[in-house]
């Protein structure tokens, strides 16, 4: 059994790292034998397949209900984490470090929307 699921109190964001959550799904994958199907063209589909489950919590929502009750916002939690299954799965296979690769990205952001040209507004600032 994984460290994370012997130890309740360290089940936090706080106090797991990105490292025991690759982990944690390797051990899932390796316990099955299932390298062979976690190819990273499989896992970028699976990620988007449980992408649209997530979002299907969200269709037919009448407009303007943004009402998430205990029920729903635990399927919500559960697809959330299928996403980032599959996404720490492809991470592990391709070897990203997601923390740097996620710090990178973020500066990419920071550049491509300056605060001072998208504050308040979602539109994309004009180049
Ligand atoms: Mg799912």
């Known amino acids: 059994m994984h460290q994370l699921q012997k ?11 990105v490292s025991e ?14 390298e062979k199907f ?7 589909v699976s990620v988007t397949l449980e992408a ?13 209900d943004e009402t998430i009750d205990d029920h729903r916002h635990q399927q919500i939690s559960e697809e959330l984490s299928d996403v980032m299954a599959y996404l720490l799965s492809l991470a592990n296979v391709l070897k990203i470090d997601v923390a740097s690769s996620m ?7 920071r550049k491509k929307y300056p605060v001072e040209a998208t504050l308040g507004t979602w539109k994309k600032p004009t180049e």
């Open 38 to 44: 976690h190819t990273p063209r499989n896992l970028a």
């Open 7 to 17: 130890d309740s109190n360290r089940q936090s964001d706080e106090t797991t790292s």
């Open 103 to 109: 710090r990178a990205k973020m500066q990419k952001n």
């Open 21 to 34: 959550l690759k982990e944690l799904v390797s051990e899932f994958v390796s316990e099955r034998n299932w």
């Open 52 to 64: 649209a489950e997530l979002l299907e919590h969200f269709q037919w929502a009448p407009p303007g």
